[in-house]
Each structure stands twice: as structure tokens, then as C-alpha cells.
């Protein structure tokens, strides 16, 4: 009974939060994932000041240095943790080194000297708060502010010097896909910006829009309007990639388009734009999750992703690192693997299709070597090497509705 009791007051708290032990980060080994290296989709790649690699990813913002990721996530009892793990878009500060890093709850500003967050949230009522908490794109204007295109709640600008937001009313009552903004690039006293709507200047002083005529493809219909991303190139122009695939090459002076090539794909695979860091090897994002990476010293592209048996593991499913520095990832339907922190040896837990505990939908750092998983109606505790060791299972009529995270407290449970 007194067992029952402790997991009853554990299921209170995991019921709407996933947390790694207790952690906001996680250290793991890149030689962990083998050749095909970090699994998670990525939205975003950046590379600071300091030569560290950024991706911002639907599990978390994640630290790359060549040897090791750490993976910043969401910790709903610490405060200047990561806003929220589906990570959108990452900029470095031009000013003090920081990033600012927008997530699908909010705009968070990361001190790289202390690892905390310092996050910003929308208000109601209040004005000068962060005009909505979904952010989808980032940039910085000349004199440090901070450009914040918004998913349904338009255009924002931070104001470093009074720290306040300020929403752009061009973009307030329009079309919702004018609402949406999914690329900015500064130019002056001007900004380009890509919606749902096609391409826009913005007048930074009079707050007024006006529209970039797009190419005429009654076959691609919406998507050959939909600026789904934007960048300044070296030579001056702007790159710009429709939703539909295809690339302009936008000269700010007279805003003509020259097409560049076609990139077919769809949904989160054409909102990254491939990225050359300064060493000069090219990163591609790719739909399935993880990467491509081109070495400046050969044409060949090296994949990175996890598999394993056949199976992705980790990509937009749970993952966590136990004391032995072995790593755990889930997946709903085929189970849970464990990477061995030191020889990179895998083992496989519930991959049979009928086992109701094949669908994991979170995980949590046990103690010593264990792991807590957790799938619709079964909580067990698994030990690497004597496998189950306490499984619970619980009708839906414990709850109204299914636990769905999962956390360990001071004492195991």
C-alpha cells in the first residue's frame, strides 16, 4: 500500500511535464549516435562567435562542438530553463555573444557564460509584452534590437533600450497570412519580410508595408505566395524560398527575382535554408530528422540520424541519460534503445508490436543505472541488466485523462 501511495504522488507530478532527472541540460557524447549522429528534427542551424554549432530542434536546443551535443530543454521548475523544447529559430546577439532563441511558448535569451534562460511571454492585456508566444523567425537591426516574426500574431520588435515590446499594427489586422511571418532580413531603416501573403518591405520609422510582386505559378497556387524563408546573402541579394520549393535571388535594389533552382519538399524541410559555417562545411536539414554535412574537402555528403534494426529512434520522441552515461531513447510503437555511454553498444527493449509497453511516450532517469518509461497505461522501471524490475499498470479510470511525462523525485520515484 505504501508503494502504491508513493506512485500515486509521483503520477501528480508528471502528468503535464517531462523532465530529465532534474536537469535543463544534457551532455551526450556525439560518438553515441554513431555515424549518423544527432537524430532530432532540426528547424534552425547557426554558428556562434565562438565556432559552436546551434540547432534548434522540436526536442530542445541543442550545443554541437565536434566531440559532444548538449541538449538544453524545458524544466518546469526552474525558471530560467529553456521557454519550451520545440525550438524554432536561433540568432547570436551581435552585441554581448547571447542567443536569442524562439520557441512555440515563448521568446528566450540564453547567457552563454551562466547556461541560464531569461524567458518573455505574452501577456494580455499588456502592450508592451512579446506580441504572441509562438515564434517562428529571428533577426537583429543595426543598433541591437531584436525583429520577432510570429506564427497568427504578426511582427514585434524588442527594445533594448527601455526592454519592452513593441507589436507592428501594419500587421495586426491584415489577412491571418500576413499574420504569420516566417523571415525577416534588416536592411537600414527597412525590413524584408516573408509571409504567407508573398514578400514585404516594411518602413521602420512610418510603419508602412508594401508588396514585392511574386512570379505567376497558378499550379503551386498558395504555396508560390508563401515566403517560407529568407536570408542576405554575401554578394548583397536576398535568398528567398517559397513554400513550394522553388528559390529567388531578390535584389533590394530594384526588387526584382531571378529563380535559382527548385528544392522540392514541403513543411519543415523548405524552412531551412542550407547553412555554411565558417570552417565551410554546408549543413542541410533534412524532413525524415537530423542532418547532411559537406566537408569544403569533399563532394560527398555524410548522413547523421540514428536507426537501428530499422527503426529511427529519438527523432521526435523521448530521450534521456542515466548516471552510467548511457543514453535512452524512445519510440511509440517500436520500444526503447540503449546507447552504452562508453562502447556505443545497443540493446533494444519492447519491440514486439503487441507489447503495450512498445509505445513509449516518456522517460526518466532512474536511479543508478535504471530508467522509468512510461507508455498508455503501463509505468515500468527498467535495469540494463536485469531488464523490468517494477512494472504498474493503471486503468483509464485512475485519470481523466492519460499521463503523458514523467519525472523521478530525490528519492527514486
Not at 114 to 129: A, C, I, L, M, V
Not at 339 to 355: I, M, Q
Request: proline share 6%; aromatic share 12%; net charge negative.
Amino acid at each position: 500500500m505504501k508503494t502504491h501511495t508513493h506512485l500515486l504522488a509521483v503520477l501528480c507530478l508528471f502528468l503535464s511535464f517531462f523532465v530529465s532527472g532534474l536537469s535543463q541540460k544534457t551532455v551526450i557524447p556525439a560518438t553515441s549516435f554513431g555515424e549518423r549522429g544527432l537524430p532530432y528534427t532540426i528547424l534552425d542551424i547557426q554558428q556562434d562567435s565562438r565556432g559552436f554549432i546551434w540547432f534548434a530542434s522540436l526536442n530542445g536546443l541543442v550545443r554541437y562542438d565536434g566531440y559532444n551535443y548538449v541538449l538544453y530543454q524545458h524544466n518546469p521548475f526552474d525558471t530560467t530553463s529553456l521557454a519550451h523544447d520545440f525550438v524554432s529559430c536561433i540568432i547570436e546577439d551581435r552585441q554581448d555573444g547571447s542567443l536569442w532563441v524562439g520557441t512555440n511558448n515563448g521568446l528566450s535569451h540564453f547567457d552563454p557564460r551562466t547556461e541560464k534562460f531569461t524567458n518573455y511571454y505574452h501577456q494580455p492585456g499588456d502592450t508592451s509584452s512579446l506580441p504572441g508566444n509562438i515564434i517562428i523567425r529571428l533577426a537583429q537591426s543595426d543598433n541591437g534590437d531584436i525583429w520577432i516574426g510570429t506564427l497568427q500574431d504578426g511582427l514585434g520588435r524588442f527594445e533594448k533600450a527601455n526592454g519592452r515590446f513593441r507589436k507592428y499594427q501594419a500587421f495586426r489586422k491584415e489577412n491571418i497570412c500576413l499574420q504569420d511571418v516566417w523571415g525577416i532580413v534588416p536592411d537600414g531603416g527597412r525590413l524584408w519580410l516573408g509571409t504567407g501573403m508573398g514578400i514585404f518591405t516594411l518602413d521602420i520609422p512610418t510603419g508602412r508595408s508594401a508588396p514585392v510582386v511574386l512570379p505567376d505559378d497558378p499550379e503551386e497556387g498558395a504555396r508560390s505566395r508563401w515566403a517560407i524563408a529568407m536570408r542576405r546573402q554575401d554578394e548583397g541579394g536576398i535568398l528567398v524560398r517559397l513554400d513550394s520549393g522553388k528559390e529567388y535571388l531578390l535584389n533590394p535594389n530594384d526588387h526584382s527575382l531571378q529563380f535559382i533552382r527548385n528544392c522540392p519538399g514541403h513543411g519543415f524541410q523548405n524552412r531551412v535554408l542550407p547553412f555554411t559555417d565558417r570552417e565551410g562545411n554546408t549543413w542541410i536539414a533534412l524532413e525524415e530528422g537530423g542532418f547532411l554535412k559537406q566537408s569544403p574537402y569533399s563532394p560527398k555528403f555524410k548522413p547523421f540520424g540514428i536507426e537501428y534494426e530499422g527503426t529511427t529512434f529519438g527523432r521526435e520522441d523521448p530521450i534521456v541519460q542515466t548516471a552510467d552515461s548511457a543514453l535512452w531513447l524512445g519510440h511509440y510503437g517500436n520500444g526503447m534503445l540503449r546507447v552504452d555511454g562508453r562502447t556505443g553498444e545497443k540493446t533494444r527493449y519492447f519491440e514486439e508490436k503487441d507489447n503495450p509497453l512498445s509505445r513509449i511516450i516518456g522517460l526518466a532517469a532512474g536511479p543508478g543505472s535504471s530508467v522509468w518509461a512510461l507508455s498508455k497505461g503501463r509505468l515500468v522501471q527498467v535495469d540494463p541488466q536485469l531488464g523490468p524490475i517494477h512494472t504498474f499498470s493503471f486503468p483509464d479510470s485512475y485519470f481523466s485523462f492519460s499521463p503523458s511525462t514523467i519525472m523521478v523525485d530525490s528519492r527514486g520515484w
